[in-house]
């Protein structure tokens, strides 16, 4: 069971704790609406951090059966969001593990569904530095870099940078969903940057797609 146990904050601070505590004393009109609001944000990170879009769709169900089957053990602590992407990335590294036991289906998909991505380059360009400059794009190669961005980090850095970029979460906030200190999360962004800037330098000066 995956408690929330960050920062106290005050139900009435936050609506989706108020939801949550409604979804407890089973509330069904209050578990559709968190599902409405989460379901797109919850897709959206695990498909990236998956790599593939079936079964990012299976996770994102799964996330919300855990909500479910929790309801009656939820304690407001935290903010809801840093609650439901707790169980997120427990389901994700859990899809993960399972994928390298089999290597046979590991992201079989992920290579034909990619290449709609909603990442821009201008976001991995943020993530990765602010002083690179960027040249004129084509939306080919912005989706095929996008891509190779995503695939060149591990699924630790690409969760804290999809949490850091895409949910605004704190370093504090991501620091509870993945389990980790705030230095813990401060070091594995930095070494995120730094990888997604090592691969698109050559890209950005010189056009030169990696290999």
Not at 27 to 34: G, K, L, T
Not at 42 to 54: A, K, T, V, Y
Not at 101 to 123: I, Y
Not at 141 to 160: D, F, T
């Amino acid at each position: 069971m995956v408690t929330s146990s960050a920062t106290n904050i005050e139900p009435l601070d936050d609506p989706d704790v108020m939801l949550m505590i409604a979804v407890g004393n089973d509330d069904a009109y209050a578990f559709e609406e968190i599902v409405q609001r989460y379901q797109s944000r919850l897709f959206g990170i695990l498909r990236h951090l998956i790599g593939d879009i079936d079964l990012a769709e299976d996770l994102t169900q799964e996330v919300f059966l855990r909500v479910y089957r929790y309801r009656k053990q939820y304690q407001p602590g935290s903010k809801f969001s840093s609650w439901i992407f707790t169980i997120a990335n427990n389901v994700a590294l859990n899809a993960i593990r399972t994928k390298r036991r089999h290597p046979e289906s590991q992201f079989a998909e992920s290579r034909n569904n990619s290449s709609d991505s909603t990442w821009s380059v201008a976001d991995i360009i943020q993530a990765a530095s602010s002083t690179i400059p960027a040249r004129a794009l084509d939306k080919l190669e912005m989706k095929e870099m996008v891509k190779l961005a995503i695939e060149s980090l591990n699924e630790r850095q690409r969760m804290a940078v999809l949490l850091n970029k895409f949910e605004g979460m704190s370093y504090d906030e991501i620091a509870n969903v993945m389990q980790m200190t705030q230095q813990g999360v401060k070091s594995l962004l930095c070494r995120a940057r730094m990888n997604l800037k090592e691969l698109l330098q050559p890209y950005l000066d010189n056009g030169l797609i990696p290999k």
